[in-house]
């Protein structure tokens, strides 16, 4: 099976602007951009035929040029990475699936990429996949903490019992009483990773539906698809030892940082 990574990323962003761009510190003290970082990601996955960032800013792609990386450039009215990546499918020699490993999600291990299309290798019916991990309570105190003062620290995911995703949200859900958080037990809130896989015609499908207004909403690309009945398998995999923190906002680049040394990232 031809696997493709791309790489979504664009200059503009409503919370961090040139966020793409951004130096982030990683083990050994050397600074890279974020796009640099998550390029370095996804080298180190088994089973992907290519890489390519996709943009359509002339900044991103000569700073991926530098470094090493193809480069497909896209129009100006992808409205996200799904988008982008739709676009991106002319220019790509004759794939099987497509992994969109966003811009922001540096920290992702290579295995879970790897799980995502072992998953879809598998399962020839499902036509997108992503990925959750379950949340240590600590973890989910402190999204209630970032969503209690407003800011966004992830998107949470439910399933049925079946894998398929019922609902995504940068609300935490599902709704948690006092006695939820066991100190010595995984939670169970699905903490959604930001990498999807998808077959090329559901990502032709998505191209040619309107955005819906829960996606519109929550900000969240992914419900354009349970908006039109397409379901997505949400595979669930153990945490790392080290958070999964995305880059969202500038108070993110140190813990982010934190993160890298502690999984020895360069």
Not at 119 to 142: G, K, N
Not at 215 to 237: M, T, Y
């Amino acid at each position: 099976m031809r696997v493709a990574i791309l790489i979504p990323a664009r200059f503009e962003s409503t919370r961090y602007p040139g966020k793409p761009l951004a130096a982030l510190r990683g083990a050994a003290g050397l600074s890279k951009p974020l796009v640099q970082r998550t390029f370095e990601a996804a080298r180190r996955v088994q089973g992907a035929s290519s890489i390519h960032v996709v943009t359509d800013d002339e900044r991103i792609a000569q700073t991926a040029a530098a470094f090493g990386s193809s480069v497909i450039m896209t129009s100006l009215h992808a409205r996200n990475g799904t988008e982008r990546c739709a676009e991106a499918l002319d220019a790509l020699d004759d794939v099987d699936l497509v992994i969109n490993l966003q811009g922001d999600a540096l920290l992702t291990p290579p295995h879970f990429l790897e799980r995502l299309i072992e998953a879809m290798q598998v399962d020839r019916t499902a036509e997108v996949a992503t990925l959750s991990i379950r949340l240590r309570p600590d973890e989910v105190r402190a999204m209630q903490d970032e969503q209690g003062a407003g800011r966004v620290g992830g998107t949470s995911v439910v399933t049925d019992s079946t894998g398929r995703a019922l609902y995504f949200s940068k609300r935490l859900i599902p709704y948690l009483p006092n006695h939820a958080l066991n100190a010595h037990e995984l939670s169970v809130v699905k903490l959604h990773i930001g990498v999807y896989a998808y077959r090329p015609e559901a990502l032709r499908r998505y191209l040619a539906m309107p955005p819906s207004a829960l996606e519109l909403l929550e900000g969240l690309e992914q419900l354009r698809f349970l908006d039109a009945s397409i379901p997505i398998k949400v595979v669930d995999l153990e945490p790392p030892p080290f958070s999964l923190r995305e880059l969202n906002n500038p108070e993110d680049v140190e813990p982010i940082e934190q993160a890298l040394a502690a999984a020895g990232l360069p």
